[in-house]
């Protein structure tokens, strides 16, 4: 009997842990590569994403000796911590309103390089910090590319918004889009809706393939009430896509 069961169990979990692992890879390879290419020892200020991938890019950043000087902005409470943890240093947009270069992860990204983010409800800083930014980088595993935003991310478009407004938002969402489905993201280990970093509510929003992204963004963010959209339009320059096999697809905006 006991032969059967572990039988029965361990090919699923292989199957689970190995593609955990190519997926980490595929982070871990973009990360590295865009540090190396991006993060010169001539930049003075440098802007942290948010995320998992995020968490290589600190990584690679932390051994190299010659950034030590660089002043580092978070976008998001995870990231501060982030570049704490690293020993590096911390600093805030009042005292560096102009950033040289922000890596960045993201959720789906197209051929125009425009983002969907905020799947890590961070997206309203993220978007200052890569709006401040010379240059903005996006790092992500292939999984996330993408040809039209809405196909390969099923989550929907996460939208901050003031949390008194957020039954009035839903209801304008429901009426403009009958089928974008606005749900309120609710908090996992806290009873109650997720708060982020800045004391707002996240709806996701489905409005399957998007075919303009900043016709969509731009409507959005008329809605009293919203204060950000997760839909990042002409703002990344460059995207670093790492597959499990270490290979790495780069692509620049045209
Ligand atoms: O936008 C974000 C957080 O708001 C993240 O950058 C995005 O969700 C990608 O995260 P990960 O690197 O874990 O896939």
Known sequence: ????????????????????????????????????????????????????????????????????????????????????????????????????????????????????KGGGACHLQEKII??????????????????????NWTKGVPIEVLPMAFSVIMLHLKTYFPSAAPKLRMATEKAGPVVTDNGNFILDVHFGPISSPSDLENKLIRIPGVIEVGLFCNLTDRAYFGSSDGSIHVANRG
């Open 130 to 151: 890569a709006s401040a930014s010379k240059r903005f980088i996006i790092i992500a595993d292939d999984r996330k590319k993408s040809d039209t935003l809405g196909v």
């Open 1 to 116: 009997m006991l032969y059967f069961l572990v039988k029965a169990i361990t090919p699923s979990v292989t199957r689970r842990h190995l593609s955990t692992t190519a997926i980490e890879q595929g982070k871990k390879a973009a990360a590295y590569r865009a540090v190396d290419e991006v993060v010169h020892s001539s930049l003075s200020v440098v802007g942290i994403g948010s995320g998992s991938t995020i968490r290589y890019a600190v990584d690679r950043i932390k051994d190299r000796q010659d950034l030590a000087h660089v002043t580092y902005i978070p976008t998001s409470f995870q990231s501060r911590m982030l570049i704490q943890d690293a020993n590096l240093k911390l600093g805030n947009l009042e005292q560096h309103p102009a950033i040289d270069v922000t890596i960045d992860g993201a959720d789906e990204v197209d051929s125009q390089l425009n983002c969907i």
